[in-house]
Nanobody
Framework: QEQLVESGGGLVQAGESLRLSCAASGRAFGSAYMAWFRQAPGKERDFVARISRSAATTYYADSVKGRFTISRDNAKNTVTLQMNDLKPEDTAVYYC??????????????RGQGTQVTVSS
């Protein structure tokens, strides 16, 4: 069973950067698409970014395109989300997920517990 643990969340001001990391344990990491989702208070969980198994392909939500970068290291079983030029609307709990790919959370079997990102104006 793959387990995912996120880290790197925190409180920053608008315009600043944060780097989220997700460490995976288990054998499935290299064969899974990896993604980040986020959920703001009172809102649905939204897709943020995903990366293919080989890291050759990435895909972003329009709201973060050009500001966020997803990457992975299959040798270290880690996936990261570099977030630049953060905005108050980026405030949410961020979840790491691994699975079949796509933009729906239910397509990702493996899910972390989440890390809080708060951006003040």
């Amino acid at each position: 069973q793959e387990q995912l643990v996120e880290s790197g969340g925190g409180l920053v001001q608008a315009g600043e950067s944060l780097r989220l990391s997700c460490a995976a344990s288990g054998r499935a990491f290299g064969s899974a698409y990896m993604a980040w989702f986020r959920q703001a208070p009172g809102k649905e969980r939204d897709f943020v970014a995903r990366i293919s198994r080989s890291a050759a392909t990435t895909y972003y939500a329009d709201s973060v395109k050009g500001r966020f970068t997803i990457s992975r290291d299959n040798a270290k079983n880690t996936v990261t989300l570099q977030m630049n030029d953060l905005k108050p609307e980026d405030t949410a709990v961020y979840y790491c997920a691994g699975g079949l790919g796509g933009s729906r959370f239910d397509l990702y079997t493996y899910r972390g517990q989440g890390t809080q990102v708060t951006v003040s104006s």
